[in-house]
């Protein structure tokens, strides 16, 4: 019996032995990987992108950052509001800014058709409620998808505070008047929304809606950078977030 | 007597039917004509390597363009292009359906690439849209492409090698 203890003992000192030089290699190689790592996230530059809506500057009867958007992305027209399908729209000023924190607002504002879209939410609810991981959170801070993956199941939809996001009832193809083919379209049962033309940014160009708006109401740019454009005009004016109280963290920043 | 000839007979014919497709294909004549016409010089992979695993390679690029935001394949010779069905591999390879659909109604797959993707027209390119030739430097090019490129570099890790 004591012998057979001494034994074990013996061996599992030597297997534990032998454990910690085998881990000591793999921690070795392990740490120089992160070192790696955090070298990289180190070096690359941190990014939110974000949006000023200046409503000041909007004219009523003007779409035509709906139009450059909706060019640019194959989004299907279905004439029809129950299969609509919308990247960036505008609509009434009490839809966008229900939580009536705002009173005896200027009738000129009340009345004005307000600009939306994806509000690329730091903390967004339709990412947590995707089950497959379609939507997701870039580094960047837009929220995007991956049409690949979506099996339409329009949990994000319920999970969206904002309307964000649109449903492809039928087949969207026939619904597209001119296919830009540097963008997919997409397929029936898939949900879509806007993704802050991520493709454009790669390219170092500003989004559609921001280079179509002839009355310069769209300010884009990296809302953790001091000395940024944007941040310049937020620092100039008061904003408003849409339903602030949700605690989403809206990237879009409206001033009206 | 006639009774052997019957079965042995019968035996016969039956597996002569039986193994008939083998038969069949033993010398097939009808392989897809693929139209192997390009606009560019060199593939984003070599042939050999493109015939059987465009597949994975073409889930590579997706995955990394959605997912990682990486855009960029490198080229055999260290060049740029943007990682993307419409543009990059049917910008050279001339027609879709005598490129890609061709073998896969052969092969009898049907990969739904193209439902969202957009084919372009026939004959439609007249250039390169989606080929950058922008020269990357000389000491990333072998860590980008065993980062970037994953897939191939695994099975071609002596390609890899030469480019360096
Ligand atoms: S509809 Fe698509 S994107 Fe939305 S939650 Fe379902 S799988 Fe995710
Ligand atoms: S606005 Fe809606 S779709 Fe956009 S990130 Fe927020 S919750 Fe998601």
């Known amino acids: 019996m004591t012998e057979n203890r001494r034994k074990f003992l013996k ?50 009867g003007c779409e035509k950052c709906i139009d450059a958007c909706h060019l640019t ?7 029809n509001p129950k299969d609509e399908i919308k990247w960036i729209w505008k609509s009434d000023y009490h839809k966008v800014f229900p939580s009536k924190s705002q009173q005896f607002v200027a009738a000129e504002t009340r009345e004005k058709p307000f600009l939306t879209l994806c509000n690329h939410c ?4 339709c990412v947590k409620a995707c089950p497959t991981g379609a939507t997701f959170k870039q580094s960047d801070g837009i929220v995007e998808m ?21 449903f492809n009832w039928r087949n969207p193809r026939p619904a597209i008047k001119n296919i830009t083919p540097d963008y997919p379209t997409r397929e029936h049962g898939v949900v879509e929304k806007c993704n802050f033309c991520s493709e454009r940014l790669a390219k170092g160009q500003q989004p559609s809606c921001v280079e179509a708006c002839p009355e310069k109401v769209l300010t884009f740019g990296n809302l953790y950078d001091k000395n940024s454009e944007i941040r310049q005009v937020l620092k100039d004016n008061p ?5 602030p109280e949700l605690g989403t963290n809206p990237s879009v920043f409206y001033i009206t | 007597m006639l009774e052997k000839f019957l079965i042995f007979g019968g035996l016969t014919a039956f597996l002569l039917a039986a193994t008939f497709p083998f038969w069949q294909n033993a010398a097939p004549e009808d392989y897809p004509k693929v139209a ?19 597949m994975q390679l073409l889930n590579e ?20 292009v943007e990682k993307s069905l419409t543009k990059t591999c049917l910008g050279c390879h001339v027609s879709q359906e005598k490129f890609c659909e061709e073998c896969h109604t052969y092969a009898s797959v049907k990969p ?14 007249t250039e390169l849209t989606g080929i950058e030739t922008e020269k990357l430097e000389e000491d990333n090019l072998l860590n980008n492409l065993l980062v970037r490129n994953r897939v191939f570099v695994a099975g071609n890790l002596n390609f890899a090698v030469k480019q360096q």
């Open chain 2, 61 to 80: 690029w997706r995955d990394s363009v959605v997912r990682d935001g990486d855009r960029f394949h490198i080229m055999p010779d260290g060049s740029k």
């Open chain 1, 11 to 60: 061996k599992s000192a030597g297997v534990i032995a032998g454990a910690g030089v085998v881990s000591g290699f793999i921690s070795k190689y392990a740490t120089g990987f992160a070192d790696a790592a955090t070298e990289k996230a180190v070096t690359k530059k941190k990014i939110r992108w974000g949006m000023v809506i200046d409503m000041r500057k909007c004219v009523s």
């Open chain 1, 239 to 243: 904003t408003i977030q849409r339903k």
């Open chain 1, 122 to 125: 730091e903390n967004p609810p």
């Open chain 2, 36 to 54: 192997m016409e390009t606009k560019g010089e060199q593939c984003v992979a070599p042939a050999s390597y493109m015939r059987e695993n465009h």
């Open chain 1, 73 to 79: 992305h194959n989004v299907p027209d279905f004439d």
């Open chain 1, 146 to 166: 991956d049409f690949h993956r979506c099996i339409g199941c329009r949990f994000c939809m319920a999970a969206c505070p904002y309307g964000s996001r649109s």
């Open chain 2, 112 to 125: 739904y690439c193209w439902e969202c993707h957009v084919t372009p027209k026939s004959g439609a390119h």
